[in-house]
């Protein structure tokens, strides 16, 4: 392992791009899966409703699986952050990236839910040309068109068997599906479930004749497929893929005989508590999601993720690989400081907990306290950033905060009361207040403006008085789209932008941004009306 630990970390650019390209994944999960239910079945072109689900899949594999060459072959990955950082792609290629995920997501707008089936011929092409663009995009934002070229001779052929192996995975599980009629590991999953749901709730209906299997009034037949082969498969590539990659460095004896036969139990127990998951948030959140989450890449995930947990895990055991004892030769910089990454992981963090809440509360504000604690944690290991742009505001701020408060509350359109918020008890309420204030007045404006002023209006100001209109113009038109209202939340956004680009000081949009919310959410407090916030 001494090799490998000898390159540099990859850039900063490197690790933002691959988060917001995982992110982005996410949401189009999360979206396809939340905002429309589309069953290849009912589709009028099965055939490619499967291939592009597929395909879904095998992008997220490729992800994992390349993730774990770059790790064992130190000159890929030095040579992979050497073209990223000297050669990377322009806005051209970003901007083209960010119109084919528009792209994705565009049906979801124009199409009703309840139409998603009958019009997928016609939404296909839309998917398929969003996701080429997203993806060409992606790859030529990292790099160019050429240093791509330089950096794949001589090793494309490895990376070809690597994304060949990874376009095979949906298929090889599906391949396998006669092992999911094994009689005796779909009972012992059965029982699992049965014994695991017992320990959460107190009224749990079983039939064990059919595999029938609930809580409360939601029922769900647990079938020979989800005794758990799916992550029986991906665990046992992925560690195969490390067992040929780091050879010299492994003890292959134990690595098969003890660490194999280990992740495969840790793979069952997680699709064992997923399954008792999904019957929880059916029985008491949404049971439209629950069905959904059966038939989701949520178990890919879960299972390729954990996957990574246990290399990891066997890559830092002295048990398992030889050198493990061995230090870094040269110390490297946390990720935590670096200030481009402490602008964006956490406005990502908090745009994350929004789809979190939205996904599994039916009423999404009684989440809000999740929220808070998902932005408290990331502000929290942001902290070097945070102080870096921390500083006494100027008076202005606190004028300028305090009419854009006066002005959205004056505009705010008439709203019906919470019924969710309403059936809460005095303290839970209390409590929810103290929260929703706390987190809307300290947290958001600090993360929405380290991102929107500190990030983007700062990256496209170059000095010029074009570049500033364009800077100011872009960075209070992404902040208004965040927002419901969006003609007083541009106004928001620009007042914001035009204090930041005064004197250059965050200091003083996060000051003006948590004054106006500070206005907004006691008027809010006031009437008893938390839709103002």
């Given at each position: 392992?001494?090799?490998?630990?000898?390159?540099?970390?990859?850039?900063?650019r490197?690790?933002?791009?691959?988060?917001?390209?995982?992110?982005?994944?996410?949401?189009?999960?999360?979206?396809?899966?939340?905002?429309?239910?589309?069953?290849?079945?009912?589709?009028?072109?099965?055939?490619?409703?499967?291939?592009?689900?597929?395909?879904?899949?095998?992008?997220?594999?490729?992800?994992?699986?390349?993730?774990?060459?770059?790790?064992?072959?130190?000159?890929?990955?030095?040579?992979?952050?050497?073209?990223?950082?000297?050669?990377?792609?322009?806005?051209?290629?970003?901007?083209?990236?960010?119109?084919?995920?528009?792209?994705?997501?565009?049906?979801?707008?124009?199409?009703?839910?309840?139409?998603?089936?009958?019009?997928?011929?016609?939404?296909f092409?839309?998917?398929?040309?969003?996701?080429?663009?997203?993806?060409l995009?992606?790859?030529?934002?990292?790099?160019?068109?050429?240093?791509?070229?330089?950096?794949?001779?001589?090793?494309?052929?490895?990376?070809?068997?690597?994304f060949?192996?990874?376009?095979?995975?949906?298929?090889?599980?599906?391949?396998?599906?006669?092992?999911?009629?094994?009689?005796?590991?779909?009972?012992?999953?059965?029982?699992?479930?049965?014994?695991?749901?017992?320990?959460?709730?107190?009224?749990?209906?079983?039939?064990p004749?059919?595999?029938?299997?609930?809580?409360?009034?939601?029922?769900?037949?647990?079938?020979?497929?989800?005794?758990?082969?799916?992550?029986?498969?991906?665990?046992?590539?992925?560690?195969?893929?490390?067992?040929?990659?780091?050879?010299?460095?492994?003890?292959?004896?134990?690595?098969?005989?003890?660490?194999?036969?280990?992740?495969?139990?840790?793979?069952?127990?997680?699709?064992?508590?997923?399954?008792?998951?999904?019957?929880?948030?059916?029985?008491?959140?949404?049971?439209?999601?629950?069905?959904?989450?059966?038939?989701s890449?949520?178990?890919?995930?879960?299972?390729?993720?954990?996957?990574?947990g246990?290399?990891?895990?066997?890559?830092?055991?002295?048990?398992?690989?030889?050198?493990?004892?061995?230090?870094?030769?040269?110390?490297?910089?946390?990720?935590?400081?670096?200030?481009?990454?402490?602008?964006?992981?956490?406005?990502?963090?908090?745009?994350?907990?929004?789809?979190?809440?939205?996904?599994?509360?039916?009423?999404?504000?009684?989440?809000?306290?999740?929220?808070?604690?998902?932005?408290?944690?990331?502000?929290?290991?942001?902290?070097?950033?945070?102080?870096?742009?921390?500083?006494?505001?100027?008076?202005?701020?606190?004028?300028?905060?305090l009419?854009?408060?006066?002005?959205?509350?004056?505009?705010?359109?008439?709203?019906?009361?919470?019924?969710?918020?309403?059936?809460?008890?005095?303290?839970?309420?209390?409590?929810?207040?103290?929260?929703?204030?706390?987190?809307?007045?300290?947290?958001?404006?600090?993360?929405?403006?380290?991102?929107?002023?500190?990030?983007?209006?700062?990256?496209l100001?170059?000095?010029?008085?074009?570049?500033?209109?364009?800077?100011?113009?872009?960075?209070?038109?992404?902040?208004?789209?965040?927002?419901?209202?969006?003609?007083?939340?541009?106004?928001?956004?620009?007042?914001?932008?035009?204090?930041?680009?005064?004197n250059?000081?965050?200091?003083?949009?996060?000051?003006?941004?948590?004054?106006?919310?500070?206005?907004?959410?006691?008027?809010a407090?006031?009437?008893?009306d938390?839709?103002?916030?």
């Open positions: 392992m001494t090799e490998a630990t000898q390159t540099r970390i990859l850039p900063s490197v690790v933002w791009l691959g988060a917001l390209f995982a992110t982005e994944m996410v949401v189009v999960i999360l979206a396809f899966q939340i905002l429309s239910q589309i069953e290849c079945r009912q589709t009028a072109i099965e055939g490619a409703c499967r291939a592009l689900r597929g395909l879904a899949l095998g992008v997220m594999c490729v992800a994992f699986l390349l993730g774990i060459y770059l790790w064992a072959r130190p000159e890929a990955r030095q040579g992979f952050a050497d073209i990223c950082r000297d050669t990377p792609g322009g806005r051209i290629s970003g901007l083209v990236h960010g119109g084919g995920f528009a792209l994705i997501l565009a049906p979801l707008g124009v199409v009703a839910p309840a139409d998603m089936n009958a019009n997928f011929h016609l939404i092409p839309v998917l398929v040309a969003g996701a080429a663009l997203a993806a995009g992606g790859l030529f934002w990292l790099a160019r068109p050429g240093a791509w070229r330089s950096w794949l001779r001589g090793r494309g052929l490895s990376l070809l068997a690597l060949g192996l990874a376009a095979l995975l949906p298929g090889l599980v599906v391949l396998l599906g006669p092992l999911w009629y094994q009689q005796v590991l779909t009972d012992i999953t059965f029982i699992a479930v049965v014994v695991a749901l017992s320990l959460v709730s107190d009224r749990v209906t079983v039939d004749s059919v595999h029938i299997i609930g809580a409360d009034d939601f029922l769900v037949q647990v079938a020979d497929s989800c005794s758990g082969i799916e992550g029986f498969v991906l665990i046992t590539v992925f560690l195969a893929l490390f067992a040929a990659l780091f050879r010299d460095d492994l003890r292959l004896k134990r690595f098969w005989l003890v660490i194999w036969p280990l992740a495969l139990v840790a793979s069952w127990m997680f699709n064992v508590l997923r399954i008792t998951a999904l019957l929880l948030i059916g029985a008491h959140l949404s049971p439209e999601l629950a069905v959904n989450g059966f038939h890449f949520a178990g890919w995930l879960m299972f390729s993720t954990l996957s990574i246990v290399l990891i895990v066997v890559s830092r055991s002295g048990f398992v690989m030889r050198d493990v004892a061995e230090e870094r030769a040269a110390p490297v910089a946390s990720l935590a400081q670096d200030d481009v990454v402490g602008r964006i992981l956490p406005f990502i963090v908090f745009a994350l907990s929004g789809l979190i809440v939205q996904a599994f509360w039916s009423a999404p504000a009684l989440g809000y306290p999740v929220q808070v604690a998902m932005m408290l944690g990331v502000l929290w290991w942001a902290r070097g950033t945070v102080r870096r742009h921390l500083a006494m505001p100027g008076p202005l701020a606190g004028f300028a905060g009419c854009v408060g006066v002005l959205w509350v004056l505009s705010a359109p008439a709203a019906a009361p919470d019924a969710a918020l309403a059936a809460l008890g005095g303290m839970s309420l209390a409590l929810w207040a103290m929260l929703r204030i706390f987190g809307t007045v300290m947290l958001v404006p600090l993360i929405e403006e380290m991102f929107f002023r500190g990030y983007i209006q700062a990256r100001d170059q000095g010029g008085t074009a570049s500033r209109v364009v800077a100011v113009l872009v960075s209070a038109t992404l902040f208004a789209a965040m927002h419901g209202r969006w003609i007083e939340a541009g106004l928001a956004g620009l007042v914001f932008s035009l204090l930041y680009m005064r250059g000081r965050l200091a003083d949009a996060i000051a003006a941004h948590a004054v106006a919310n500070a206005v907004i959410a006691g008027v407090l006031w009437r008893g938390w839709s103002l916030i």
